[in-house]
């Protein structure tokens, strides 16, 4: 009788060891919070699979074609449900479309499984009228023309009505020039019913003789929408704006010119 109940509980025992295991999802899934976005907005990509599935080792090289990834983040999650413990892996990610159109998340492959293409329709980027813009930013010059090794002041200013969290100005280069930088102030501004927070950096550029061309000049940040939420601040749309390339007449300094061994121009 021993022997049997023995016997019995053996064969139990890796039957209900299993029921403590995890238990697989058996597939490996992907989904967005959007469907339908605009230029210049983004949506959330999630990977999610069982506990033997790694979503941050999945090849993401075929998103490349259409869409940047600008974060992502991995969690592991476990469930105690009817007996059994779930565990599942999520891969997160804030993605930003590269053109307009109806693009496609691709098919994602890991350990012989994949996940379902999923169509996103990206729109044109709204047309905001100048009056109603609530962030503006620009590149401006002191002088369009000015004589060779002269100092041209190059000022990138941000305006904004809102408020803004990560905001970045891109690293930029001019070909044939040295850039200083030289100070960065910030001041508010009210025009109508409006306050302007107003930042200001300025930069010293010398040049060689010739036509000397300023590139566009990036701008990334986030809207901070009113509110917050238990994580902190309640983030917006991600706002990305870029300057107007400058053209810069540079002329060779004549015998002649009075201001030859001026202190703007180089001994």
Known sequence: MNRSVGKTLALLGPIMASLWTSVAVAE???????????????????????????????????????????SRSSATNAR???????????????????????????????????????????????????????????????EASVYVQAETILT????????????????????GATVEDLERRSFQRRVGNRTWLVTELRYAVTHKSGTLTIPAIGFTAREVQ???????????????????????????VPDDFPGRCGSRLAS
Do not use: C
């Open 28 to 70: 490996l899934s992907a989904t967005v919070d959007r469907r339908e976005i605009a230029m210049g907005e983004t949506l959330r990509l999630t990977l999610l699979g069982d506990a033997g599935e790694q979503p941050a080792e999945i090849d993401l090289s075929p998103l490349s074609r259409d869409w940047e990834i600008l």
């Open 80 to 142: 105690y449900i009817n007996g059994q413990n779930q565990v599942t892996r999520s891969l997160e990610m804030e993605l930003a479309p590269l053109r307009e159109g109806t693009l496609s998340i691709p098919s994602l492959s890991h350990s012989g499984r994949s996940t379902t293409p999923v169509a996103v329709r990206v729109n044109p980027e709204p047309i905001v009228a100048p009056g109603d813009a609530l962030v503006l930013f620009e590149a401006s010059v002191d």
């Open 156 to 175: 990138v200013t941000l305006q904004q009505a809102i408020n803004l969290d990560g905001g970045e100005i891109s690293v930029f280069d001019i070909p």
């Open 226 to 252: 009113p509110g917050r939420s238990l994580l902190g601040a309640r983030l917006g749309r991600r706002l990305r704006m870029a300057s107007s390339p400058i053209e810069l007449q540079v002329k060779s």
